[in-house]
């Protein structure tokens, strides 16, 4: 018994120690982390970008295709416009979600639909920096290094996860090239995305 | 120690210089003690309103009655949270809506806070029958087109759409439109995930109590467990909570009337008191003065209660009020007592005319009695219990007090009254003046003498009912006021007068102002109709060739839909939803609050959104069908008052030619009978005529405090007319009914100060018809004499 014990002690401190080196050696490793890219985007301002997005479901022969523009306006504006013929455009900012279709508008309170906002707040949080946001919807996971990392999310709210198992975020430096949402049944929706200089 | 010593001698003391006979004392005393204890350990005192509305006699008005004490719009509270910003607002109704959510006092407690769709299986495999869209070519190759094409803008959309796992086998969105068309609550609206107002300064919640809302002692406990509750929720940060609703209303009103009425009953004593003391200057009379008040009053609770098993607490407030007259008897005794007789052959003398004021005024309240109002037969009950037993008690136990030897005190202020009685003139010029000016003012108004909407009786201050209205407003829910009812005998019958009326509305343009209230078939069709449609649904072959055509042109591939193929033909063969089924599926809440059953037969009770134009709305909705008709519950319930009060009038005048013939027994003269009745009726009318120039709208509670003038200016009436038995025995009437009147008059004049309607109404009223029964009774007697 006593034995025993002491052994868990040992075993406990061993862990917190290796817990409490565990950052520090990441860091050392290489200082392109989560919370450093995070950093660098809170502070990129407005951005531009041209968007072509393509869904590939199972209920359809052929996947569906739009394009179109996204503008991204600190802390959580974000506007997507499709291109023409389409004359809708959504735009997302806070808690509300705005649907125009040419001058019809249609607002949505995205705060009476959990699963949106958490879904939102994975491109939201992520152009704005806002760890904090982003790791209390989704677990947060980035591997690869600067010149090609994917950061994943897994969704940690259950209304989400029922329907999505997670998202793959893929880029270069502090570029997104490619937004991946994999569906529970699943069906996938893929953005590719081209910066528009300004 | 020594100096309570000395106050306690000094107490004994004083008490033994009363001069009276403490065994009877002490045995009265005793007696009370025991009815008291027997009062206060047995006796309920109800507080719910409900039994002080006049019972309706139609159906409808039964229905309606019940629906104003257990309807759902009555129990429905509407809290607001307001301060501090909207997140801080909207984490506080989180919080406060679980608390509220896991205490027994409520059967559901809303804030907004969105649930994730839940599909109820149930309405999903009914869809096909029950849902709202049922144009007959529906399931055409263009429909199905026009329906993909649409599916596929969803599809397209940024967000995951929560409909999309069901499209396989609802491609037409049928379930989706279905639950859009039932959500109203969708457009409260909302912030940081809860309901806010529109300005978003208010966090916004909804709660319906268990209790009925006319049950106040519920409503109390209810409303201080919000309170108590709150103030935890929001522990010390400055968030403020309204709450409003008719339980609200009830308690507030209930508080406002008991604190009020505490405090001047207080002041009304004193001044009985002082005016007492001042009047004999001897302290043991306030006692002996209040002795047969108290018995009066615990002989009427009792009675009450053994007769209705219960007593309400408005029967006992009012009843408190009515027998305060009850006073006048041991005063008329103190004033007519001399050195020269005995106390108890003093009170004989007084008692022949004590005793026919006592029998007239009992059959007052024996007309309350017979009234179609639980509440105010309670009341007449309480009043003739109280008046038999005080004038019992007066005339048996109260001589019995006193010493064979008893020298009693000189009434004061006799000196003043002997130079009054000189002047016979004032009265009658003051009298007639008044009458004429209020004859007229009668003649003039009579249309607009009566109010008998009871909303103008609420003691609750403006603000409050504007707060109502704007919550009201803000979280969409109707004005209990305006209603519709649908009567069947199953709720089958109902649904289909509600679709036959639906159908009416869609195509009359007259229908237009209705068009946005929801009818209970908007939620579930009727049988009859289902088979319609049921009968409408293509068969497989039919529906995979419509199909086929209509995904010409789109990216779903073909064999997506099986699901729906196949739902499509079970659909066809099920029985229809029935209203009892309905009520197992989400449906349960809008169905129950709508369709119910009543004691004989089956009733819709659907308030009524709009804020149209009331009397077109009800023109229109009583010839829509017989099955349908329009209620507001304030007019209803004015009318039911406005009849009850016909009714108590009539019952009145029978009264009074039983009194009529009581005096003319009692007088042993017709002419007598009649020289004491008319004073008593120019009184009145004069009264009447002075509130009416007053700008006062008689209601219910002048009516009765009409009647409590009535018994009063009898008494004064017959002690005025009797024939004198001694030497200067008229002076010492005058003193009696002049301490009457003065300390009536004081009292109810302190009540006509009240701020709460019904209060002033009972003390101005009698305030001024006891002065006006006294001038009358006083100038006119004199005069016929």
Redesign the interface.
């Known amino acids: 018994m006593r034995l025993q014990k002491s052994n868990l002690i040992c075993r406990l401190l061993l862990g917190l120690f290796l817990i409490t080196l565990a950052p520090i050696s990441v860091a050392e490793e290489s200082d392109w982390s989560l919370e450093y890219m995070m950093k660098q985007w809170q502070s990129s301002g407005e951005r531009h970008a041209r968007f072509t997005e393509v869904?590939e479901?199972?209920?359809?022969?052929?996947?569906?295709e739009?394009r179109g523009t996204l503008v991204f306006q600190p802390p959580d504006r974000l506007i997507?416009t499709l291109a023409p013929p389409s004359d809708t455009r959504?735009e997302i900012e806070g808690?509300r979600?705005i649907l125009w279709q040419g001058e019809k508008q249609q607002t949505l309170?995205l705060?009476?639909?959990?699963?949106?906002l958490a879904?939102?707040a994975s491109f939201r949080s992520v152009l704005g920096g806002d760890i904090e946001t982003l790791n209390s919807y989704f677990t947060p996971k980035l591997s690869g290094d600067k010149k090609g990392w994917i950061l994943t999310l897994e969704p940690k709210q259950k209304?989400l996860a029922a329907?999505?198992t997670q998202i793959e975020i893929e880029g270069r430096e502090l570029e997104i090239d490619r937004y991946r949402v994999i569906?529970t049944?699943g069906d996938q929706i893929i953005t590719h995305l081209a910066p528009i200089q300004k | 120690m020594s100096v309570k010593l000395t106050l306690l001698v000094i107490v004994i003391e004083w008490f033994l210089r009363m001069k009276i006979r403490y065994n009877t004392l002490v045995l009265w005393l005793s007696a009370l003690l025991l009815c008291s204890w027997w009062a206060f350990s047995q006796i309920e005192v109800r507080t719910d309103m409900s039994l002080f509305l006049p019972e309706g006699t139609a159906a409808d008005q039964k229905l309606l009655l019940n629906e104003i004490n257990q309807g759902e719009a009555n129990r429905l509270l509407m809290i607001a949270i307001k301060q501090g910003d909207s997140a801080g607002r909207a984490q506080i109704s989180q919080q406060f809506a679980t608390q509220l959510r896991n205490s027994p006092f409520f059967e559901r407690v809303e804030n907004g806070t969105p649930t994730t769709l839940v599909i109820d299986p149930l309405l999903f495999k009914y869809r096909y029958l029950i849902s709202t869209d049922d144009r007959p070519d529906n399931y055409s190759a263009d429909m199905l087109n026009a329906a993909l094409v649409q599916r596929l803008e969803e599809l397209k959309s940024p967000f995951p759409t929560p409909f999309k796992d069901l499209l396989p086998a609802d491609p037409l969105g049928t379930y989706q439109s279905m639950l859009g068309s039932w959500l109203a609550e969708h457009n409260i609206n909302s912030e940081q995930g809860v309901w806010h107002s529109k300005d978003g300064e208010m966090a916004l919640l909804l709660a319906q109590t268990k209790a009925g809302g006319m049950d106040l002692d519920q409503q109390q406990l209810v409303l201080s467990f919000i309170k108590t509750e709150f103030v935890r929720v929001s522990s010390g940060q400055p968030y403020e909570l309204i709450v409003s609703g008719p339980g609200t209303f009830g308690v507030e009103s209930r508080n406002i009337i008991h604190n009020e009425s505490q405090s001047l009953s207080i002041i009304a004593s004193i001044l009985i008191a002082l005016l007492l003391f001042s009047a004999y200057r001897f302290l043991p009379y306030l006692l002996i003065a209040a002795l047969p008040l108290a018995s009066a009053l615990l002989a009427a609770a009792i009675v009450c209660q053994l007769f209705f098993g219960e007593l309400h607490g408005i029967t006992l407030a009012f009843g408190i009020t009515l027998l305060g007259v009850t006073l006048d008897y041991p005063i008329h005794l103190f004033s007519h007592l001399r050195k020269e007789q005995s106390v108890k052959k003093s009170m004989l003398q007084i008692w022949n005319t004590m005793r026919l004021g006592v029998y007239t005024t009992c059959i007052a309240y024996l007309v309350l009695l017979t009234t179609d109002f639980s509440g105010l037969r309670q009341l007449g009950l309480f009043t003739l219990t109280g008046l038999l037993t005080a004038a019992l008690t007066s005339r048996f136990i109260l001589p019995q007090l006193f010493p064979v030897a008893f020298m009693p005190p000189k009434p004061r202020g006799i000196s003043l009254l002997s130079r009054l009685l000189g002047q016979r003139r004032w009265p009658v010029l003051v009298l007639s003046t008044a009458a004429i000016i209020s004859l007229a003012s009668l003649l003039i108004s009579y249309d607009t003498l009566w109010q008998d909407d009871i909303a103008t009786l609420s003691p609750l201050p403006q603000a409050l009912l504007k707060q109502d209205r704007q919550l009201r407003q803000q979280l969409l829910s109707a004005e209990p006021n305006q209603l519709m009812l649908i009567r069947g005998d199953d709720p089958e019958s109902i649904l289909q007068t509600s679709e036959a009326l639906r159908e009416r509305l869609k195509t009359d343009p007259e229908g237009q102002i209705l068009n946005d209230i929801k009818l209970p078939s908007d939620y579930l069709p009727s049988e009859h109709k289902q088979r319609l449609r049921q009968r409408a649904l293509p068969d497989s072959e039919q529906l995979s060739a419509n199909l086929q055509q209509g995904l010409k042109g789109t990216p779903f591939r073909e064999t997506a839909f099986k699901p729906f193929i196949k739902e499509i033909q079970e659909s066809r063969r099920y029985s229809p939803l029935s209203y009892a089924q309905a009520l197992e599926t989400d449906l349960k809440p809008r169905l129950q609050s709508m369709i119910r059953q009543g004691p004989s037969d089956w009733f819709a009770l659907i308030p009524l959104h709009t804020y149209g134009d009331s009397e077109s709305i009800a023109n229109y909705l009583n010839n829509a069908s017989p099955e349908v008709r329009y209620l507001n519950m304030r007019s209803e319930i004015s009318s039911l008052v406005g009849d009850f009060r016909e009714q108590i009038l009539q019952r009145i005048a029978f009264g009074s030619l039983l009194m009529l013939l009581l005096l003319w027994y009692g007088l042993g003269s017709l002419k007598a009978a009649f020289n004491t009745l008319i004073p008593i009726a120019a009184a009145i009318l004069t009264t009447v005529g002075l509130l009416n120039l007053s700008g006062e709208s008689l209601n219910l509670f002048h009516l009765i405090s009409l009647m409590l003038v009535l018994g009063i200016g009898m008494d004064y009436s017959l002690f005025f007319r009797r024939r004198e038995q001694q030497q200067g025995e008229t002076l010492l009437t005058l003193h009696a009914l002049s301490v009457c009147a003065l300390s009536t008059a004081g009292v109810f004049a302190i009540l006509a100060s009240s701020s709460i309607p019904v209060l002033h109404a009972i003390g101005q009223t009698v305030a001024i018809g006891v002065a006006m029964s006294y001038l009358a009774t006083y100038a006119l007697s004199r005069r016929i004499s």
Do not use: G, V
């Not at chain 1, 479901?57 to 569906?64: N, T």
């Open positions: 869904r479901l199972a209920l359809l022969d052929q996947p569906i739009q997507r959504y808690n979600l309170l705060d009476n639909l959990p699963e949106l879904f939102s209304e329907k999505i569906e049944n």
